[in-house]
């Protein structure tokens, strides 16, 4: 079986994170489950697609640690370091899922408070020393412009515009909760 190389993974790396930043500002999502039939967005698990490029960073920092050997529990080692109390902060919201009325959803909100953890670590001890800050504001940046101009056409249309797979809901002045403007001139 032929092994990926050091640059093919650090190229995928470098899109992943650039491309996180990018789609911070899109809402794209896949519904996995939401009890009875009417859609509650509180009570709904869904799959984020920053979600899908977060974990996949989080993978591949795995394998470059272990490739490197460089694997090790950064920032855990005393009460000192936030690392520390992220961790005992994980701890005692595990504990009080089981009070949480729905358990399915308190499942899967911690499963996302460890995947943010786990991306502050990323972060805080790994991205900061490998990419630069201001390629990933321009990222940011760029993503919010996009998201910027796709709500001034809405507005200007007053309607949607069709790019569901981004994120887009369907609107419409009919659509109930929709701002409207009128002209009365």
């Not at 729905?102 to 001890?125: D, G, H, N, P, T």
């Not at 981004?166 to 009365?184: D, H, K, Q, R, W």
């Amino acid at each position: 079986m032929a092994t990926v190389s050091f640059n093919v993974l650090k190229r995928l790396e470098q899109l992943l994170f650039y491309g996180l930043f990018i789609a911070i500002p899109f809402q794209i999502r896949s519904i996995l489950y939401y009890p009875g039939w009417r859609f509650n967005e509180w009570q709904s698990v869904a799959l984020w697609g920053t979600d899908v490029i977060l974990v996949s960073l989080l993978g591949l920092w795995l394998i470059y640690s272990i490739r490197t050997r460089t694997v090790s529990l950064i920032g855990i080692n005393s009460y000192k370091e936030p690392g520390f109390w992220l961790l005992v902060f994980l701890v005692l919201a595990a504990v009080s899922m089981k009070a949480a009325p729905l358990q399915y959803l308190a499942w899967y909100s911690w499963v996302r408070l460890v995947e943010f953890i786990l991306f502050f670590f990323y972060i805080k001890y790994y991205a900061t020393q490998k990419f630069e800050f201001s390629r990933a504001a321009l990222a940011l940046i760029a993503g919010g412009f996009f998201q910027g101009v796709l709500a001034m056409t809405q507005f200007s249309l007053q309607r949607h515009i069709g790019f569901h797979w981004f994120g887009e809901g369907i609107l419409n002045p009919l659509t109930p909760g929709t701002a409207v403007f009128y002209n009365f001139a």
